[in-house]
């Protein structure tokens, strides 16, 4: 079993960065592929970013495409999120999740492709 712990949402004004961070326990992540995922007020969850588990394969969605980083820490099992230039439509809880094993370093989008999931953390972004 793999637990997932997000922390580093917040309070942030338009324009301004936040670095999220997913941090694993219980099994390692380090061949498991992961992903943020968010879900905004009456909003349905939609997919942020993932990162393959070897790091280097990263996958955005359009609307934070330049202004969004995901990278990983396979030594501390730690993926982050980096967000810069926060508009009020990226108010949301974010997610991480985690894919089963996998020797593919291909990432989705698909909520349904990870296996286990963060309690969420909690962006606010006022304008």
């Known amino acids: 079993q793999v637990q997932l712990v997000e922390s580093g949402g917040g309070l942030v004004q338009t324009g301004g960065s936040l670095r999220l961070s997913c941090q694993a326990s219980?099994?390692?992540?380090?061949?498991?592929?992961v992903g943020w995922f968010r879900q905004g007020s009456e909003k349905e969850r939609e997919f942020v970013a993932a990162?393959?588990?070897?790091?280097?394969?990263?996958s955005y969605v359009d609307s934070v495409k330049g202004r969004a980083a995901i990278s990983r820490d396979n030594v501390t099992d730690t993926v982050f999120l980096q967000m810069n230039s926060l508009k009020p439509e990226d108010a949301a809880i974010y997610y991480c999740?985690?894919?089963?094993?996998?020797?593919?370093?291909?990432?989705?989008?698909?909520?349904?492709?990870?296996?286990?999931w963060g309690q969420g953390t909690q962006v606010t972004v006022s304008s």
């Open positions: 999740a985690a894919s089963s094993p996998t020797s593919s370093t291909d990432t989705s989008s698909e909520s349904s492709d990870y296996e286990f």
């Open positions: 219980g099994s390692t992540i380090k061949s498991r592929a």
């Open positions: 990162v393959g588990w070897d790091g280097r394969s990263t």
